[in-house]
């Protein structure tokens, strides 16, 4: 079975534009959730998609927005991206068992310059 | 915050047994232990979870104490691959019909040495 695939896996970009990163879930897992991880803040919980829905959203400014299609692929978007925004974000998906454990991808790595 | 304490790092001879403890001393009746890994630059990798038994699988096995306050990880043969930054995590398995919103704290870093 496919891991969770993230696209892309490195990108760099400039202060003041806007970013799009995109997740592919495992097969059958409806739940999709997004981390940023710094060197300062390490491992940070971005927002939570279920079922094309918003489930759960982490402190992080409104530059920081996503949403899930139909097919459960999720997208995050970074706007007016700040030097503070490098990061690694990861992806993760969760099987229906309910039992809570997550899969996570490799990550897309940002580099704001 | 995390609701849970680990060393900031231990060693490990290669081919012997890794231990990693976590202290989780307010952990509710209705709350997991969830165990994840993450090798440099990648993403953390799932490890194992138990509730109150002790539970095993292709990777580790997971000892928790009766009074369910600490619990301890079993790597039970460690190689060079594993070492990584190792994280203990407690929540509920169905968290507000959230499962995606895990609080990590700084983890261990275990060093396995040849």
């Known amino acids: 079975k496919a891991g969770v695939t993230q696209t892309p896996r490195y990108l760099i970009k400039t202060r003041g534009q806007q970013v799009t990163l995109s997740c592919s879930p495992i097969?059958?897992?409806?739940?999709v959730s997004w981390y940023q991880q710094t060197p300062g803040q390490g491992l940070q919980f971005l927002f939570e998609?279920?079922?094309?829905?918003?489930?759960n959203k982490g402190n992080f400014p409104g530059r920081f927005s996503g949403r899930q299609f139909s097919n459960s692929r999720s997208e995050m978007n970074v706007s007016t991206l700040e030097l503070g925004d490098s990061a690694l974000y990861l992806c993760?998906?969760?099987?229906?068992?309910?039992?809570?454990?997550?899969?996570f991808g490799e990550g897309s790595r940002l580099t704001v310059l | 915050d995390a609701k849970t304490t680990q060393p900031t790092s231990m060693d490990c001879a290669e081919g012997r047994a890794a231990n990693l403890p976590c202290n989780h001393s307010?952990?509710?009746?209705?709350?997991?232990v969830y165990w994840y890994r993450q090798i440099h630059s990648q993403g953390p990798q799932y490890i194992i979870h138990?509730?109150?038994n002790n539970e095993t699988n292709e990777m580790a096995s997971l000892i928790i104490t009766e009074d369910r306050k600490s619990s301890t990880l079993i790597l039970p043969h460690a190689t060079l691959r594993d070492t990584a930054v190792y994280y203990c995590?407690?929540?509920?398995?169905?968290?507000?019909?959230?499962?995606?919103?895990?609080?990590f704290g700084k983890g261990t870093k275990l060093s396995v040495k040849p």
């Open positions: 097969s059958g897992h409806r739940s």
């Open positions: 307010t952990i509710s009746g209705n709350e997991y």
């Open positions: 993760a998906s969760s099987p229906p068992t309910g039992t809570g454990e997550l899969f």
């Open positions: 998609y279920f079922s094309e829905t918003q489930r």
């Open positions: 138990g509730l109150k």
């Open positions: 995590i407690v929540r509920a398995a169905n968290y507000g019909g959230s499962q995606g919103n895990l609080i």
